[in-house]
């Protein structure tokens, strides 16, 4: 997950339920195996404790080279897509304040009478006014 989402630079972060069940998938295919457990856990370098580390099998290695053409032009279609996303990417103090609007709007305890839903909707539909105004 980390390296996926070094990859577009933070932009994208793939989520455990999307990287676990396609370990599983491609454990059950035979195309990667789990690394034996080390003894002492804390000897293994690079492995994060709770995690289970993988390593390509023999046929996944088989595989990947039948399909390298394919996996380099997948590869090179996501870094475009990596680079496309980091270019438009937000700065920082306005994703911050989005997510203190989304916040305040989902902890508000507020009465959300028609005429305070409707006040809150004509300031959201202002601000996207102001951005889009060119």
Not at 97 to 104: D, W
Not at 108 to 122: E, G, H, I, K
Request: hydrophobic share 40%.
């Amino acid at each position: 997950m980390r390296l996926v989402a070094e990859m577009f630079g933070g932009t994208y972060t793939p989520s455990p339920g999307m990287i676990y069940p396609t370990l599983a998938w491609l454990e059950e295919q035979g195309l990667i195996k789990r690394q034996p457990e080390p003894v002492d856990s804390r000897a293994a370098e690079g492995v994060i404790e709770g995690r289970k580390p993988y390593e390509i099998s023999a046929a996944g290695g088989e595989f990947l080279s039948t399909q390298r053409a394919g996996l380099e032009g997948l590869l090179s279609r996501l870094r475009l897509d990596a680079q496309a996303l980091h270019a438009r990417q937000l700065p920082e103090s306005i994703r911050e304040a989005v997510h203190t609007l989304r916040h305040a709007l989902h902890v508000s305890n507020l009465d959300w009478s028609a005429t305070r839903t409707a006040r809150v909707r004509a300031a959201i539909e202002a601000l996207i006014a102001e951005v889009n105004a060119h």
